[in-house]
């Protein structure tokens, strides 16, 4: 069983309405030394692949790899719009799973996360891991969100963060959803990604181990935060803050703690298909893939040391690299903020700290300016930890892996799920042996030089077998608007123009969102926005309140019903203010062209 904590960047993302924005990637020395986080990313840039001594991985860059993106990306593109507030964000899984349940949900009020200055009792961290069980459709394939999305909002920062699954790119993506508010227009960014991976040192989701004493699974922490919120202890198991319950039951992080293992696991198995089987190694991962999907089928008659795992293991003799590939340690050490309040406690922190420190400026010195500068001044005034507690600080591999290992077939089918065994079943007629077949003669070859993607391989697979493959709803970026990072300029609207009032009423839907179709007002100019605006016939249409309104049409006018957006443009219309008219009146007249 995994055990590890959700903590640095562990969740950057979502938010209430589609929002991000985007820029160029700051280089290294703009990240400040005086912030330890900087100074850990000093040592973190450069060990680019975390965990493995090679990497031909795509992991460096702060925007994902040209052609891909994010899972959380496409779930808000399909939603049409990010829910608000976080907890009507949750429930978004909710819809998706069978069971009506679709997350894992803890708070952490004293924790160890980028955002712990602005977290308190009254205002914990709420974290949410995706847990969908999709029903089944053998026309369809269903993305996988368990191990693969998670989420973590600080409401007094008013930000969420999450890091979910990339499929094309085989790595797991670091975003933020900023400006996350009551009536605030939400900006969805990519993350200063070598900042992410001070604490994430395997690229993936971390959690700490049992018995997970910062949670509100700890009765202690539970009863302060229900103190603080004021809410009656007898009522803290039902009483929910942002979908999350106040007080929880250990399954909960335990659960938890098992999804951030899950993505672990994946990461290692993708480290093990590019450097186990090397640069030029079509053979080695096509005996491997052959075995994953083995293994995958018939799990009571997968052999360790059968003929076929034999030939696999020769095959990655040839290129494992001389220094084995690590098995990152995705775990970090329990801590009770509780046994931290006595002041021989914090002199204690303070002292394991300078030895901390002192290492880390041996590194060259990173500068960073703006928000991310400020967000790590606040990170460094928190207590600092004794450094076995620190997520920041270096953690040495699990073990390191030699080629005799089938720890690439092992992780490797965790990539797929009982669905798709179901289906590969169903259209091999029973025949696991028939599937290894053709991946043994090479049909899917040409899938085999990049990352492993299961959508790909089951999409051909079924093909191969006479079956047509199932459409897929979240792998095709062209359908996406372009990603941005965290270090763009706002957009500038002078006083007085019309966009200020597009601004209030549709930007939350309509600027950054992750779906191309619906990001028409993504310009990067007033004017750029403006002229998309008034080239836009449908905009007149759903603004046309006159004729819509308490018609069987109704649900079509803009901002959605139910929507924060909608309510103010509904009181605003109460009050006479003209912002409906002024909108309708920027948008051209039927015959003006």
Avoid at 335 to 353: H, M
Avoid at 370 to 378: R, V
Wanted: hydrophobic content about 40%; glycine content about 8%; charged content about 25%.
């Amino acid at each position: 069983m995994r055990k590890t904590i959700l903590l640095g960047a562990l969740l950057l993302g979502l938010g209430s309405a589609l929002w991000f924005s985007t820029a160029g990637r700051p280089g290294l020395s703009e990240i400040s030394t005086r912030s330890a986080i900087g100074e850990a990313a000093a040592l973190t840039a450069g060990a680019e692949a975390p965990g493995g001594p090679t990497g031909r991985a795509p992991t460096g860059t702060d925007l994902p790899p040209e052609g891909s993106r994010s899972l959380f990306d496409f779930h808000v593109a399909q939603l049409g719009a990010l829910p608000y507030p976080f907890s009507a964000l949750v429930d978004s899984f909710r819809d998706l799973d069978r069971w009506q349940d679709g997350s894992v949900r803890l708070l952490i009020p004293d924790g160890r996360s980028l955002r712990k200055g602005v977290a308190n009792y009254e205002h914990p961290r709420v974290l949410a891991a995706a847990q969908v069980d999709a029903p089944y459709s053998p026309f369809e394939l269903a993305p996988l969100y368990t191990g693969r999305l998670f989420m973590g909002f600080v409401e007094p920062a008013n930000e969420i963060e999450v890091i979910s699954y990339n499929e094309v790119a085989g790595r797991y993506e670091y975003q933020l959803v900023k400006d996350y508010c009551q009536g605030c227009v939400p900006r969805i960014v990519y993350a200063r990604r070598v900042v992410c991976l001070t604490c994430h040192q395997s690229g993936a989701p971390i959690f700490s181990v049992r018995p997970w004493k910062e949670s509100n699974a700890h009765a202690e922490i539970a009863r302060r935060i229900a103190g603080a919120r004021e809410v009656p202890w007898a009522e803290a198991s039902s009483t929910l803050y942002h979908g999350a319950p106040i007080s929880t039951q250990l399954v909960m992080p335990e659960t938890f703690d098992e999804l951030a293992g899950l993505g672990s696991e994946i990461m290692v198995g993708q480290r093990i298909w590019w450097d186990g089987c090397g640069s030029s190694g079509v053979d080695c991962r096509r005996q491997l893939l052959a075995q994953v999907l083995f293994l995958l089928l018939r799990p009571g008659e997968f052999h360790p040391h059968s003929a076929e795992n034999q030939r696999l293991r020769e095959l990655q003799g040839l290129a494992w690299p001389q220094g084995g590939i690590a098995r990152p340690d995705d775990n970090v050490r329990d801590r009770n903020p509780l046994d931290e309040e006595s002041l021989g406690a914090t002199l204690g922190r303070r002292l394991a700290q300078v030895r901390t420190r002192l290492r880390l400026a041996k590194s060259t010195g990173l500068d960073m300016a703006g928000e991310l500068k400020e967000k790590l001044m606040d990170f460094d005034k928190t207590p600092r930890l004794p450094e076995h507690l620190d997520p920041l600080a270096p953690r040495p591999p699990r073990e390191i892996l030699d080629s005799d290992t089938l720890a690439g077939v092992q992780a490797l089918v965790k990539l797929f799920d009982p669905r798709d065994r179901r289906r590969l079943l169903e259209w091999s007629g029973d025949q696991p042996q028939a599937i290894r077949a053709h991946v043994l003669a090479g049909r899917l070859d040409d899938l085999l030089d990049a990352p492993l993607n299961r959508v790909t391989v089951m999409q051909r697979l079924a093909t191969v077998l006479g079956h047509a493959p199932p459409d897929y709803c979240c792998q095709d970026a062209d359908t996406l608007s372009p990603p941005r990072t965290e270090d763009v300029t706002p957009l500038e609207i002078s006083s007085g123009s019309v966009l200020e009032v597009f601004r209030r009423y549709c930007f939350a839907c309509h600027r950054g969102n992750p779906s191309r179709r619906l990001d028409f007002m993504g310009g990067k100019t007033e004017e750029q926005v403006l002229t998309t605006i008034r080239s836009n016939l449908e905009i007149m249409e759903v603004l046309d309140y006159e004729r819509y309104e308490g018609t069987a049409k109704h649900g079509t006018l803009m901002p959605p019903r139910g929507s924060d957006q909608r309510a103010m443009l509904d009181e605003a219309r109460a009050q006479n203010t003209g912002d409906l008219e002024r909108m309708r009146e920027a948008l051209p007249a039927l015959f003006d062209f």
